[in-house]
């Protein structure tokens, strides 16, 4: 899929929506330059966490039977990971100086205008890397094994 294109205004006119600019293949884990994603609460306490950037990987965010394995972001938004795509639909720069620039194309905060299609398409991806068979089977210790 092709990265994002935004116009002057951050608003996604083509191309793809760009997790794999901080999810990297092939763990989907978070780029260890990561910034703040916008999410500034803090978990079970009062103010604001502006440096809280790491997260674990993607793989297993869903289990192997379907069910949620949140909650998800550092303060639990939710287990529902439509809250999650909608969050990096539209990010809010409000109050934040620490925000990952990748979410802010032309100096704004992304707006990736997600079509449903769009959000069933990638949590239809992150099913595909539920269970633990990738770290448990020894199909895929050795990659020189025909």
């Not at 978990?43 to 966490?49: E, F, K, S, V």
């Not at 997260?55 to 949140?70: A, F, H, I, Q």
């Not at 969050?87 to 905060?109: E, K, M, Q, S, V």
Request: aromatic residues 6%.
């Amino acid at each position: 899929m092709q990265p994002p294109n935004f116009d002057n205004q951050g608003v996604r006119v083509n191309g793809g929506i760009g997790c794999a600019g901080c999810h990297q293949a092939p763990e989907f884990s978070i780029d260890p330059n990561s910034l703040n994603n916008g999410v500034i609460a803090n978990a079970n306490a009062p103010g604001t966490d502006l440096l809280v950037t790491r997260s674990p990987t993607l793989r297993d965010v869903v289990k192997v039977d379907g069910t949620s394995n949140g909650p998800f972001m550092h303060i639990g938004v939710s287990n529902n990971l439509t809250t999650v795509l909608n969050h990096y639909d539209a990010i809010n720069l409000a109050g934040n100086n620490n925000i990952d620039p990748r979410l802010t194309p032309n100096g704004f905060g992304q707006q990736l205008n997600l079509t449903q299609a769009e959000k069933d398409a990638v949590i239809a991806f992150l099913r595909t890397l539920g269970g633990n068979d990738v770290y448990t089977n020894d199909k895929w210790s050795d990659p020189f094994i025909p």
